[in-house]
């Protein structure tokens, strides 16, 4: 298992992927998979509101099925989503340091 450093968030009007956080995972591909996650659950978090649809309200404003609904808010959706993951580094962390930053890992990390 590796620490790596998850960036994620929403861009346009809400100021991109400014939550990071420390996480420990098998591989960076792992890692960016969570950020992903994380990233949808930001997203997940405002839809209804802030011109983000729900797949209920893409149905009604499309006159469309829940299958297109869910098509054209998986598009949406992807179009809002900021993320990355990086393997941990000091370097790295200094950068996310300033920004909502967690880190579960300090007392490994501070040692490093």
């Not at 978090?45 to 829940?66: D, N």
Request: charged residues 35%; aromatic residues 12%.
């Amino acid at each position: 298992m590796e620490l790596f450093i998850i960036r994620h968030g929403l861009g346009g009007g809400f100021g991109g992927g400014n939550n990071y956080e420390v996480i420990e995972t098998a591989s960076l591909e792992d890692a960016e998979k969570w950020a992903f996650e994380n990233a949808c659950q930001d997203y997940e978090s405002y839809e209804g509101m802030c011109g983000l649809r729900t797949v209920e309200q893409i149905m009604e404003e499309e006159e469309c099925e829940e299958e297109d609904a869910l098509i054209a808010y998986e598009e949406e959706r992807e179009s809002w989503l900021d993320y990355d993951a990086v393997p941990y580094s000091k370097e790295a962390e200094k950068k996310a340091e300033v920004h909502h930053y967690h880190n579960p890992y300090s007392e490994i990390t501070d040692k490093m």
